[in-house]
């Protein structure tokens, strides 16, 4: 089971045998007895579930969102007359998924990808055969494989500047495999970084761990993430304040030494917003602004946040995944393209496999792999 497994599991016992808030919070910022005021910064997933939680526990919550809708990077729009997600559109690993949950509830259409080796473009533009991709996609998800065991077990030991990237070259080279095939699989394996958000040169052995998703195949969401968002937002709502359009300019903790503060000994935080420059006092704020809005505003903070973090905001990178939605007039990828029915259709054929991946080019400028 992975970490990230482990930890939902035992958040979700945590669930079950809690029903009221912590006591000793309460006791911390209610030296009065009155019901704590706490701030939340960013209307998506995270914002709208954190303020959820805590509203269920009796707790006063405002959600503070600069966009004028929730959702924060899930988002849909209408492309040719159908919606379609510009953010998340899978699953990623169902086993106890509380998203699988709710894609059941609300009656969700998934569709489950055939797992078939993704047919591969080398960095000369030139497609690789059936084998070849088999070969090169077997290799790379295998390693990787391996990177997430050899982490797990071994990360007190791992000196924190052995990359990814000097794993996969390890396993490669033990392999003893020809130089093409080689060069080739490190290529393929590069593409995790993009999915990650920093080149495998940048990414640590070490917590490599960390990474690690949760078991169970992948789901690509068909339907989309509207209902999801609808419900989300709509119980959000019942829960909590929700000001959109809100641009949150200054975050100032009361040990800062202002003298804005409102009278009173229960005032912890001051929350000021760009409309109108109105100050507003917290017990609690949560922030779940996305990390570029971190990036670009540590001096939102007063005072400074903790060097800890700073230096955690400012290493810490995400992936840019752009989207291009093409159309057809028939889902021809789901047909084989000889008689063999779509139930004989394996994988060891090949045959109009679900993924296609190009290596970073050779015969561009923009030297970044691309998969689809």
């Known amino acids: 089971m992975s970490r990230i497994a482990q930890d939902l599991t035992g958040y979700l016992s945590s669930e079950e045998s809690s029903t009221e808030a912590s006591p000793t919070m ?35 919550v405002t959600i503070l969102e600069a966009r004028d809708r929730t959702g924060g990077r899930m988002h849909q729009t209408m492309l040719g007359g159908h919606p379609v997600d510009h953010g998340p559109n899978w699953i990623h690993g169902v086993n106890q998924n509380p998203i699988l949950d709710l894609a059941k509830e609300i009656g969700a259409s998934t569709f489950s990808p055939p797992e078939s080796a993704p047919s591969i473009f080398d960095h000369t533009g030139q497609s690789l055969s059936a084998e070849e991709c088999k070969q090169c996609s077997g290799l790379m998800w295998g390693i990787i494989e391996e990177a997430f065991e050899y982490s797990n077990k071994n990360a007190a030991s791992i000196p924190q500047d052995q990359s990814l990237l000097d794993f996969f070259r390890l396993k490669l080279k033990e392999k003893n495999l020809p130089e093409p095939v080689t060069e080739r699989v490190l290529q393929a394996c590069r593409s995790w970084g993009d999915y990650i958000g920093g080149s495998i040169e940048k ?17 690509f969401l068909a339907s989309t993430y509207k209902a999801f968002l609808d419900r989300i937002t709509n119980d959000t709502y019942a829960h909590a304040k929700v000001e959109l359009g809100t641009q949150v300019v200054s975050v100032m903790t009361q040990d800062s030494g202002s ?69 057809f007039p028939s889902a021809f990828w ?20 679900f993924f296609t991946q190009w290596l970073a080019p050779s015969y561009t400028s923009h030297n970044w792999p691309v998969e689809c």
């Open 203 to 219: 990414q640590s052995l070490k917590y490599f761990w960390l990474e690690e998703t949760i078991d169970g195949e992948n789901l």
């Open 26 to 60: 309460i006791r911390r910022i209610l030296p009065h007895g009155r019901k704590t005021n706490v701030c939340v910064v960013g209307a998506g997933v995270a914002g709208m579930r954190c303020a959820q939680i805590l509203g269920a526990k009796g707790i006063n």
């Open 334 to 353: 789901l047909s084989p393209t000889d008689s063999t029915s779509l139930e004989n259709n394996s994988p060891d054929n090949n045959l109009n496999p």
């Open 259 to 327: 003298k804005m503060w409102s009278d009173g000994p229960s005032s912890h935080v001051q929350v000021t917003t760009l409309e109108d420059f109105t100050h507003k006092d917290y017990d609690e704020v949560v922030m779940t602004a996305p990390l570029g809005w971190l990036k670009n505003r540590t001096a939102v903070f007063l005072p400074s946040l903790p060097d800890r973090l700073l230096t955690a905001i400012e290493n810490i990178s995400y992936g840019q995944l752009e989207k291009v939605y093409l159309t």
